[in-house]
């Protein structure tokens, strides 16, 4: 009766979401968009002139060296037990239409089953996530010289933009059967794809919820790329506390220092 009366509230649920506009995506969109235009750009003469003194070698390799520390600090972050779940502001919660049955689940007394998804979505994302580093970091090696010289001058975000652009296809290809296998144990994922399938056929649910599986490796990917976007801002910021002379001259020359 009660997994009846789940699969009734999560159909209810998802129906009720049709055709609703997200007016959060529409307002990030429109942020994202004005940030990257009003990208941080070198702001004197002075600064551009220690940018042009920056041999190509010198460029490259501390861009480069920059973009790997920041790939494995994230990977190392990310990738072990409770990288995600252990972070409040990493955690990645149940999909939006589950949540608005997850008072009723509990209701019920479906609380755990709600909770032993979450647990498993994360500890999905944190099992699929050390399979990035590979492909990170091979990005790097592959970066030329021009796209060095165009992410150093970039902005905050320059690098990150460049690994989401480069491997986010094949990181989704990678992650993807890792994430089912280790969610579709849980029957309640189960009910949820049964129900979320059918309703994105008819744009009812959005494409990257329309399955647990895609949702988790969405959110893990969207995470992935936060923290690396937060070690490129430590790295731009602060490059002495690496204790690198190459990052201190090559971020030194960006930030007029």
Do not use: C, H, W
């Not at 429109?30 to 941080?40: C, D, I, Y």
């Not at 551009?48 to 994230?74: C, V, W």
């Not at 976007?229 to 002495?240: F, H, V």
């Not at 506390?241 to 201190?248: E, F």
Request: aromatic letters at 6%; proline letters at 3%; charged letters at 25%.
């Amino acid at each position: 009766m009660k997994t009846r009366l789940l699969a009734l509230a999560i159909a209810a649920s998802l129906a009720g979401g049709a055709y609703a506009l997200d007016l959060n995506d529409l307002l990030n969109a429109g942020k994202a968009a004005m940030e990257k235009k009003s990208g941080t750009q070198p702001g004197t003469s002075a600064t551009q002139s220690a940018i042009d003194a920056l041999t190509p070698t010198e460029m490259n390799a501390g861009l480069k060296e920059a973009l790997t520390r920041g790939a494995e600090a994230a990977v190392a972050q990310l990738g072990k037990q409770d990288g995600f779940f252990g972070d409040p502001k990493l955690r990645i919660p149940l999909p939006d239409n589950l949540k608005k049955v997850d008072k009723l689940m509990r209701t019920f007394g479906m609380g755990k089953q709600a909770d032993e998804l979450v647990l498993s979505m994360n500890r999905a994302a944190e099992a699929a996530v050390p399979e990035a580093k590979t492909l990170l970091v091979n990005a790097v090696k592959d970066m030329s010289v021009e796209e060095a010289k165009g992410i150093l001058t970039g902005g905050d975000q320059a690098a990150t933009d460049f690994f989401r652009k480069k491997t986010e296809t094949a990181l989704t290809e990678k992650f993807l059967p890792m994430v089912k296998t280790a969610t579709g144990q849980v029957g309640l994922a189960q009910t949820y794809n049964q129900y979320a399938g059918l309703a994105s056929k008819f744009k009812m649910v959005k494409e990257d919820q329309a399955s647990i599986e895609n949702y988790v490796t969405k959110q893990s990917l969207d995470r992935l790329y936060k923290v690396i976007g937060e070690q490129e801002r430590a790295i731009r910021t602060n490059p002495i506390q690496y204790g690198s002379d190459l990052l201190k001259k090559v971020f030194g020359a960006v930030m007029g220092k």
